[in-house]
């Protein structure tokens, strides 16, 4: 009923800085509305963990590593949260996932995104 899609993943010097982008879009009749937006990671040996979230007001949340260096944000037109990341470290190298809550009409629900590969490497 929806698909996210992915982008922006890659390859970065330590320091530099990647853009991730979001979209989520519907595949079926159903109408939706988007709530939670957010992202989280996963590094290679470990768990899944919480980077960013923002809600359908735009309240926001990070995890303490990466306040003051990521930023989340969404254009709730286009259904679409990004996330800005700067300063990065290579302890930021993971799969990074987009993570979107749906209002369905008598339902919610949570879809993963297929995730990205974020690098940060010299």
């Known amino acids: 009923q929806v698909q996210l899609v992915e982008s922006g993943g890659g390859l970065v010097q330590p320091g530099g800085s990647l853009r991730l982008s979001c979209e989520a879009s519907?595949?079926?009749?159903?109408?939706?509305?988007?709530?939670?937006m957010g992202w989280y990671r996963q590094a290679s040996g470990k768990q899944r963990e919480l980077v960013a979230t923002i809600s359908n007001i735009g309240r926001t949340n990070y995890r303490d590593s990466v306040k003051g260096r990521f930023t989340i944000s969404r254009a709730n037109a286009e259904n679409t949260v990004f996330l800005q990341m700067n300063s990065l470290k290579p302890e930021d190298t993971a799969v990074y996932y987009c993570?979107?809550?749906?209002?369905?009409?008598?339902?919610?629900?949570?879809?993963w995104g297929q995730g990205t590969q974020v690098t940060v490497s010299s």
């Open positions: 519907r595949t079926s009749g159903s109408i939706f509305s988007v709530l939670t």
């Open positions: 993570n979107v809550e749906v209002q369905f009409t008598t339902y919610r629900y949570v879809y």
